[in-house]
């Protein structure tokens, strides 16, 4: 299988996806986090909200304390950004609101949030600026370069670990109450997971209704880099493949997680692995699934002009499908409920 540098490619990736992010501070006065409702469903939000002190190990065992539950929350992560609103908080800062706004539909975020710069690189001075009293951020180790930045302003940063391939949805959870806990919202939040666990299931029922032929399966995205097409497969790990596990289907993509992610195999957080158009072909007769983000930017195009790709069983027999656009493939509760909600559908249409 021919593949590309892997992490020379993440690196250009994650600038075009960080390269939207602008500095805007006139919103800095905004009130609270819990100033305004965040999601619809907020609207009819009847769970309680915690008012004592709070006292936690976020996701690389640092002790975070609180003498209550934070109102200003700055957040410097969309999977985080999400969690935030489905909790019924708006942030006072958000890292690349526009990226959020263009990759992300499961949330939207209100007017009025500020937006500091690039997500893994914000603009300190717009961040301090809303006063936050609270920073989350995505870190994977306590020494993060950025982490160790933010915890020396002394404004209580709590990191979480954005993805573990060792398994996502339980991540996904542990992820979102432990946000729950620092804003006080864990009422809120047991009420959230219990709704996903039941759309997990319906969704799981629905395609086993549907007597689905072909259950290999294989979720990608992808982008141009020097005039190529790289396409990134979701492998054993990755939060969409687990996602399709869970509703019966069986991964084609077989590369084991590698922990140095630089001889092969998939990366041992996010589980994605890297790979060309021809590199589709070790799938055999798998229905395909992509991401499409229909910007003018977007691999799409160019995939399918490509003759290796007209060739490849799923395409001559019309089982390569592309996901809706926004379907942010690193979300929380809501986000994987549309990712569900996308395979059902297309599952289950005939």
């Not at 002190?53 to 929350?73: N, Q, W």
């Not at 195999?265 to 692995?273: I, K």
């Not at 799923?314 to 909600?341: H, M």
Request: glycine share 10%; net charge negative.
């Amino acid at each position: 299988m021919t593949r590309i540098t892997r992490l020379a490619a993440l690196t250009a990736v994650a600038a075009a996806l960080t390269a939207c992010g602008t500095t805007n501070v006139d919103s800095a006065a905004a009130g609270p986090s819990a100033a305004v409702p965040a999601s619809a469903s907020c609207a009819e939000d009847t769970t309680k909200t915690a008012t004592g002190p709070v006292s936690l190990t976020d996701g690389v065992g640092r002790k975070v304390e609180l003498a209550k539950p934070a109102e200003r929350v700055a957040v410097l992560e969309w999977q985080q950004t999400e969690d935030l609103l489905t909790l019924c908080r708006t942030p006072v800062a958000v890292a690349d609101a526009k990226g959020y706004g263009t990759y992300v539909k499961a949330e939207a975020l209100p007017q009025g949030v500020v937006s500091v710069g690039e997500r893994g690189q914000p603009d300190l001075d717009a961040l301090f600026a809303t006063k936050p009293d609270l920073i989350i951020i995505e870190a994977f180790k306590a020494d993060d370069e950025l982490l160790t930045k933010l915890a020396q302003r002394g404004v209580p940063v709590l990191a979480t670990v954005g993805a573990d391939a060792g398994g996502q949805i339980a991540n996904m959870k542990k992820v979102f109450s432990m946000i729950a806990t620092a804003v006080g919202r864990t009422e809120r939040a047991e009420q959230v997971l219990r709704r996903f666990d039941e759309h997990l299931a319906a969704g799981r029922q629905k395609v086993a209704d549907a007597h689905v032929k072909t259950t290999s399966f294989l979720f990608f995205d992808g982008w141009i880099e020097g005039g190529n097409v790289v396409i990134r497969p979701y492998g054993k790990g990755a939060l969409f493949t687990e996602l399709g596990q869970q509703l019966g289907l069986t991964p084609a993509w077989t590369d084991e997680i590698d922990k140095t992610y630089g001889n092969g195999g998939v990366d041992p957080a996010y589980g994605l692995a890297q790979t060309d158009i021809e590199g589709l072909t070790a799938v055999g007769g798998a229905t395909l699934f992509y991401s499409d983000d229909q910007t003018p930017e977007s691999y799409v195009p160019e995939l399918r002009k490509s003759t290796i790709w007209t060739s490849l069983p799923a395409v001559k027999e019309g089982r390569a499908y592309a996901f809706p656009a926004g379907l942010w493939g690193a979300g929380g509760p809501l986000s994987n409920e549309q990712a569900i909600d996308a395979y059902v559908n297309i599952l289950t249409k005939g």
